[in-house]
């Protein structure tokens, strides 16, 4: 079936520094891409979505010159996290639609754990 | 997207029938119900969807309520590997690419 390639899955970095997250459909088309964050004992929260070859779109409250994402082909979207805190620990996980149709499963990167220090 | 209610936690005996239920008294004639589930630190994984017909997969089956306004997801037969927090999720298939919106799910705990 259709895979979603995320990486790293675990990142451990100090405070301050830039951490980018990758993620790749590696057998098909991902027109849009969805990031997500998730904090321990809670549910997933979109970040943003995006779609190739144009901006992202952020949820509120999420910061873009932050969190920044790139989504150059529709095989592959970034999530580059700038100048992380401690508070950016989280678990992202990216979610990849399909360029078949909004009706069909859509496929997930297996997560990255993310501990700022 | 309509909301979906579902308990917040369930348990099951080992190789024993889970059945997850999931009210959505708001559905639109449009929404697919889907199902998803998160194993512990993982990323969430499709488990089946339907819009109205029961479904079978070698997963699991989807029972659609004939008004449509709730589903139940049913594992025959549980395993400690299906620990896991159950979403059920409406999307309509009119709205293009919009994202999942994931509620707090069903914490689906197994014991041996």
């Known amino acids: 079936g259709a895979v979603v390639s995320q990486h790293p899955s675990w990142v451990i970095c100090k405070s301050g520094t830039s951490v980018k997250i990758e993620c790749r459909s590696l057998d098909f088309q991902a027109t849009t891409m969805f990031w997500y964050r998730q904090f321990p004992k809670q549910s997933l929260m979109l970040m943003a979505t995006?779609?190739?070859?144009?901006?992202?779109?952020?949820e509120q409250g999420v910061e873009k010159d932050k969190f920044l994402i790139n989504h150059a082909s529709l095989t592959l979207s970034t999530l580059t996290v700038t100048s992380a805190h401690p508070e950016d620990s989280s678990f992202y996980i990216c979610?990849?639609?399909?360029?078949?149709?909004?009706?069909?499963?859509?496929?997930f990167g297996n997560g990255t754990r993310l501990t700022v220090t | 997207d309509a909301k979906t209610t579902q308990p917040n936690s369930m348990e099951s005996n080992e190789e024993e029938p889970v059945h997850l239920p999931c009210n959505h008294s708001?559905?639109?004639?449009?929404?697919?119900i889907h199902w998803y589930r998160q194993l512990p630190s993982q990323g969430p994984e499709y488990v089946i969807h339907g819009l109205t017909s029961n479904v079978n997969n070698r997963m699991a089956s989807l029972a659609i309520a004939e008004d449509r306004k709730s589903s139940t997801l049913i594992l025959h037969r549980a395993t400690l590997r299906d620990a896991a927090v159950y979403y059920c999720?409406?999307?309509?298939?009119?709205?293009?690419?919009?994202?999942?919106?994931f509620g707090k799910g069903t914490r689906l705990s197994v014991i041996a």
């Open positions: 999720i409406l999307r309509d298939w009119w709205s293009g690419n919009t994202p999942l919106v």
């Open positions: 979610i990849s639609q399909p360029m078949t149709g909004s009706n069909s499963p859509l496929h």
């Open positions: 708001t559905i639109s004639g449009t929404d697919y």
């Open positions: 995006s779609n190739e070859g144009s901006k992202a779109t952020y």
